[in-house]
Nanobody, 115 residues
Framework: QVQLMESGGGLVQAGGSLRLSCVAS????????MGWYRQAPGKQRELVAI???????NYADSVKGRFTISRDSAKNTVYLQMNSLKPEDTAVYYC?????????WGQGTQVTVSS
């Protein structure tokens, strides 16, 4: 049974925007903080953004001011709006609860930013 499903990745030029979506089960969405993570070539997976059950947010310094995490409770969906994309944002993006649970890692969605 699928707990989380990412979508919205693609190929975009530097300076462009993408919006990623993560659909969760209602129980997962309501009971956990949610996070977006990414893994770039040659790097370890890193936490990009968090949104808590209470709605507070936090971001990695590398994306602060450019990315926005949000959620829609009616749709059990977490979003990552990515603006002013840079080539160094190229990575596979994943969603998971925060702290992440190994069993919840999915296929992710590829974001490629060309220069």
């Amino acid at each position: 049974q699928v707990q989380l499903m990412e979508s919205g990745g693609g190929l975009v030029q530097a300076g462009g925007s993408l919006r990623l979506s993560c659909v969760a089960s209602r129980s997962t969405f309501s009971a956990n903080h949610m996070g977006w993570y990414r893994q770039a070539p040659g790097k370890q997976r890193e936490l990009v953004a968090i949104i808590t059950i209470g709605g507070s947010t936090n971001y990695a310094d590398s994306v602060k001011g450019r990315f926005t995490i949000s959620r829609d409770s009616a749709k059990n969906t977490v979003y990552l709006q990515m603006n002013s994309l840079k080539p160094e944002d190229t990575a596979v993006y994943y969603c998971n609860i925060q702290p992440p649970l190994r069993a919840f890692w999915g296929q992710g969605t590829q974001v490629t930013v060309s220069s």
